[in-house]
């Protein structure tokens, strides 16, 4: 699949092992380091030396990036990721999903929390939440396999407490800003504000949804979601339109209205970046410049 944004995730100097968990533990999946630290680093990131910087995850197509850095931040449910299992997957056999689905659900609830017990709901004959031994949160799915096919990985992004019922204005922002997107479906809530909406950039889809539960958990970087640009004048559109912290602004990252974070990046940011020098020099920046790596 065509890929515009690619969800990163925050990860306490163990984003290697959570990697090889993964692979393990997600169907059609597979990881590998993409980048590793350099061998001279600040002070703060002493100790990383030639560590993995990032690593890359594939499940069934979606890309995932684990960041490996610090306990600065944690994922939180407010960001989490819907697995489909479509009976279409499985030749049209639902028994063959929902084993598939419960498999999953063993191997991520190991060491993990159930936020939403395996059962059936009025939304889905098979379904539960669970947040995962390093606190990314999962929700697993078994779809009917009647309407249009969706994608195996869905981000889901919850609006609760201070932006709660901003859901759709948040679809409409983000799709106003990319390229061949939209917003689908929108379910309202019988008191306002999205029981269920879903928006697509290309054919990736993401799910939203309005919360009036009061959480203890928001939008941190814990979860951020790259977008990576084809030149300067893009980086530069999309950084003015979205970035609303000033004091969130580093090394491409920002922080929307609703308090999503977001990267803001090079298509090539990896060549950038293996250039001698490179990551320091990013480190020096708040919007990336091409030009000055």
């Not at 890309?63 to 944690?74: C, E, F, K, V």
């Not at 407010?78 to 084993?99: Q, V």
């Not at 977001?262 to 490179?278: D, F, K, M, T, Y």
Request: glycine residues 10%.
């Amino acid at each position: 699949m065509t890929q515009k944004i690619v969800p990163n995730i925050w990860f306490n100097r163990n984003a290697g092992e959570a990697g090889e968990f993964y692979a393990a533990a997600l169907p059609k999946t597979k990881a590998h380091v993409a980048m590793r630290y350099p061998d001279e680093l600040p002070p703060s990131q002493a100790g990383m030396e030639g560590q993995p910087v990032v690593v890359d995850v594939e499940v069934d197509g979606f890309h995932l990036t684990l960041i490996n850095s610090d306990d600065t931040y944690r994922p939180t449910p407010a960001i989490s990721f819907i697995l489909n299992f479509d009976p279409l997957m499985f030749d049209g056999d639902a028994d063959a999903a929902r084993a598939a689905l419960d498999a999953t659900w063993d191997a991520l609830s190991d060491g993990g929390a159930a936020l939403m017990p395996l059962g059936e709901y009025p939304f889905s004959p098979w379904f539960g939440w669970v947040a995962d031994r390093y606190g990314v949160s999962w929700q697993l799915m078994l779809t009917r396999p009647e309407g249009e096919p969706r994608p195996f990985v869905i981000p889901q992004i919850m609006f609760a407490n201070a932006v709660e019922g901003k859901a759709r204005e948040a679809a409409e922002l983000y799709t106003s800003l990319l390229p061949d997107a939209g917003v689908g479906t929108v379910i309202p809530r019988p008191t306002g504000g999205v029981m269920f909406g879903e928006f697509h950039v290309g054919d990736q889809w993401f799910s939203i949804m309005d919360s009036d539960i009061a959480h203890e958990f928001g939008f941190t970087p814990g979860v951020s979601l790259e977008v990576r640009c084809e030149d300067q004048d893009e980086i530069d559109r999309l950084w003015d339109a979205l970035s609303a912290v000033p004091e969130a602004e580093a090394c491409g990252w920002l922080v929307d209205r609703f308090g999503v974070s977001w990267q803001i990046v090079p298509a090539n940011i990896g060549e950038l970046l293996s250039r001698p020098g490179g990551y320091q020099r990013m480190l020096g920046m708040k919007k990336l410049i091409i030009a000055d790596f």
